[in-house]
């Protein structure tokens, strides 16, 4: 018979699972960070194990703005089994938060971009372009096209298609730091409906809401 705790961690999984299939963007996300860590713990855990735990603890930090790095650091460590070092909880919380192992002036940013994340933030712009863009917007990275959320990344490009109405796809090709902005800025290849490779874009997620501008040579549904 299914325990209490085996029957919990099931709808858990289950759940994700569901989230992932209804956010690619997000999920992509969730599995490159999952194989930083694995990397970084060489081998002492596998990818699926690490997966789970970047799950439970960016669902912690999304939706519980009042946890801080203290407790968020131990429940990484809960979920190794205390079998990894407070330094490497550290910098397997910064890479799931800041997407980057070191940061090196923390300063409380860490509820700080917890509040961004949700357009939240007293400094969260509300403008169709990121403050102090340089650059075509989308295509270079210093104008980056700005929404209210990293699960706000998948509606966004639902919205989006040619100005030909054309359809499109996309996928994650990873994350880069700028120096105009404090977080990191998402990189996306964009498909047409021929599956053939139209342009790289480039999305911020943590603005005060999301951009109703569209690339040149895209456009936005109604």
Known sequence: MENTADKAYRILQETFTNIESMMPAQAAAAREKSHRIALMLEGRFTEEQCRRMVNIVFATYSILPGRNRPLLEKRIMQHFEDKISETE??????????????????????????????????????????????????????????????????????????????????????????????????????FNAESENIATLYVYAYHGRMSGKAPQGFRLKS
């Not at 359809?167 to 120096?179: E, F, N, P, Q």
């Open 89 to 190: 909880a550290g910098k397997i919380l910064n890479i799931i938060v800041f997407n980057t192992e070191d940061i090196a002036d923390e300063n409380d940013v860490l509820s700080q971009m917890i509040q961004a994340n949700s357009g939240l933030g007293a400094d969260a712009a509300t403008g169709d372009e990121v403050g102090n863009a340089s650059g075509q917007f989308g295509f270079d990275p210093t104008n980056p096209i700005p929404v209210n959320g990293i699960d706000m990344i998948d509606d966004y490009f639902s919205k989006l298609k040619l100005v030909t109405g054309e359809l499109i796809s996309y996928t994650r090709k990873g994350s880069m730091l700028t120096g105009n902005l404090p977080n990191p800025v998402d990189v996306y290849q964009i």
